[in-house]
């Protein structure tokens, strides 16, 4: 009766230390995944901060500050060239980058420059709608944020591969506006792709389009405020204007970018194709004389950097958001008035330490599990044993 009671004893044992250790497993594992794919988020962007900005006084008063975020090449993956691991993988680190992003910075204005989708341009219309409802779920915001989207290359194709019904459709989700002004500040959003200079439909129409918000533009500056050539439209503010675009402008390779997020040395030193990895030379100086803007951001490249163009002209390539394209993606956060402006860049966590925590993760799973069933011996004792085994022999 007491050898059965002892039995019975031993084997509530084993059992009570069996689920203590998935116990033990089960908390490491769900530890792991909440910090991984929630907390790092918080942790990683809590740390940024808008940039300071002089204190600028007009008309008798402080200038109010537009806190705008900008950032690039999103990419979301379609049915032909995305994998279903790839797309959960990168899209929700991007819905959760975001999310958190407004969570703690809380922008008033975000632009997206461009390449939203990957598939856009040869996407049907059951998967373009798939992928926009994708991309709302993911980019959600509060009323009080507004969201605003430049075209790429991969919403609506190349030049040669666009045409009127890719571009509405774009147009249709994501409005068609190319001149949005708040709080003094002037936005140019540009289709660049329709800047070949072909004489294209889409091409001119995109052309004269700018040319109208030039001359609106124009109209509001002093020298020409109540001249006979301009009406009696609405008039904006007194600012020059911030260019929007996804195609940087022309600059022969970023050879001359640096910061480690820029292009990787072997890539910088490739020549630049005009009309493909840039704007022509002709297109960029019709932008910059139409428009003299105070500072152009521009993605695309999936890489930063920073040029100064004739003029005094700054640009900054917007990296890439997404851990498909790189392995430390980032966006930038602008503190903007209508006379000055100031710029700092917000990293997200780098996908190669959430993968190595994951991977020393799973390998203390597994030592822990070893060591549980005492197929781990210490080192000590199997010192000892194989000390034994040879004194024997």
Request: with cysteine; charged share 20%.
């Amino acid at each position: 009766m007491a050898l059965m009671k002892w039995g019975l004893g031993r084997q509530k044992f084993r059992l009570l230390k069996r689920s203590s250790l998935l116990l033990k497993l089960l908390a490491i594992v769900l530890a792991v995944l909440l910090f991984c794919e929630f907390f790092i988020y918080h942790l990683v962007i809590s740390r940024c901060n808008w940039p300071e900005l002089k204190t600028a006084v007009h008309g008798g008063g402080q200038e109010p500050v537009l806190r705008a975020m900008f950032l690039a090449d999103t990419h979301l993956l379609g049915e032909i060239r995305g994998h279903w691991l790839d797309k959960l993988r990168r899209e929700w680190q991007m819905e959760r980058a975001f999310q958190t992003a407004l969570w703690w910075l809380q922008p008033e204005v975000v632009f997206i420059l461009g390449d939203i989708f990957d598939e856009g341009k040869w996407s049907s219309s059951q998967a373009w709608a798939d992928d926009v409802q994708r991309f709302q779920k993911m980019f959600r915001h509060p009323n009080h944020v507004q969201l605003k989207v430049v075209v790429g290359n991969h919403d609506i194709g190349f030049h040669y591969q666009m045409n009127r019904y890719l571009v509405k459709r774009f147009e249709k989700v994501f409005n068609s506006e190319r001149l949005f002004s708040w709080k003094g500040v002037n936005f140019v959003m540009v289709n660049s792709v329709a800047l070949e200079g072909d004489g294209c439909d889409i091409c001119s129409r995109a052309e004269a389009e700018l040319i109208e918000i030039s001359h609106k533009l124009n109209c509001s500056q002093k020298q020409v405020q109540g001249s006979g050539q301009c009406g009696g439209g609405q008039q904006l503010p007194l600012s020059a204007p911030v260019l929007l675009q996804h195609y940087p402008l022309y600059r022969t390779s970023d050879a001359n970018c640096s910061g480690e997020d820029a292009a990787p040395p072997e890539e910088k030193i490739i020549p630049f194709v005009e009309k493909y990895d840039v704007l022509s030379r002709e297109a960029s100086q019709k932008l910059l004389w139409w428009f003299q803007p105070r500072l152009v951001l521009s993605g695309h490249t999936h890489s930063a950097c920073e040029v100064l163009h004739p003029g005094g002209v700054p640009e900054l390539s917007v990296p890439s958001f997404s851990w498909r394209n790189r392995n430390n993606p980032s966006f930038i956060m602008g503190s903007l008035t209508s006379r000055d402006y100031a710029l700092s860049k917000c990293f997200l966590p780098f996908e190669d330490t959430v993968l190595t925590m994951y991977s020393g993760a799973a390998g203390f799973l597994v030592v822990l599990i070893l060591a549980h069933f005492e197929c781990l011996a210490s080192p000590f004792l199997l010192g000892w044993n194989l000390l034994r085994t040879h004194r024997t022999r």
